[in-house]
């Protein structure tokens, strides 16, 4: 028997960008930005990535998907790879920015749930990979929040008449 709960969600009150920086003394200093942190299921995560000291020769992004299930010493995580791509293939110009534009509607994806009963978590990451000259791989991970929002206008409750309160004139 399989259960299925569709939850929607409102807008995020708070829903800032995120900044980073990844640095290697000497072999490479980049900076990457996404506009937001907080995502719908159908949004479009944009960002950039700015080379500040570059000796890599290639970078990839990808969305990763992580389940966690269990609690205490019975803990079980699974993680999934739900997007992959290359964002860059041979060496930047210093002071060089890419853009990036994820789409998400074209995946399967559910909203984030964090510790629900204390047994189970869906969250999601931005995994960005780079390989410098020598081919030593780095990783820069930041978690994103997933949320669903209504496919269509709520409509709005009938408002009963104002009723006079008692012992009001």
Known sequence: MDLVVHTLSC?????????MEVGIEDCLHIEFEYNKSKYH???????????LLVK?????IAIIKRETTG?????????????KYEIMDG???RGESIPIRLFLAGYDLAPTMKDINKKFSVRYYL???LVDE????YFKQQEIILWRKSEKNMRKPIQQPDQPLEGAK
């Not at 807008?11 to 900044?19: A, F, L, T, V």
């Not at 299921?41 to 080379?51: A, H, M, Q, T």
């Not at 609690?71 to 997007?83: K, Q």
């Not at 020598?134 to 791989?137: A, N, S, V």
């Open 11 to 19: 807008y995020p009150e708070i829903n800032s960008s995120i900044k």
């Open 41 to 51: 299921l159908r949004d479009v995560i944009v960002g950039k990535i700015y080379f």
């Open 56 to 60: 890599i020769k290639h970078m990839e």
């Open 71 to 83: 609690s205490g010493p019975n803990i079980f995580n699974e993680n999934e790879t739900i997007a």
């Open 91 to 93: 060496a930047p110009v």
């Open 127 to 129: 995994n960005l990979v």
């Open 134 to 137: 020598e081919e030593r791989r």
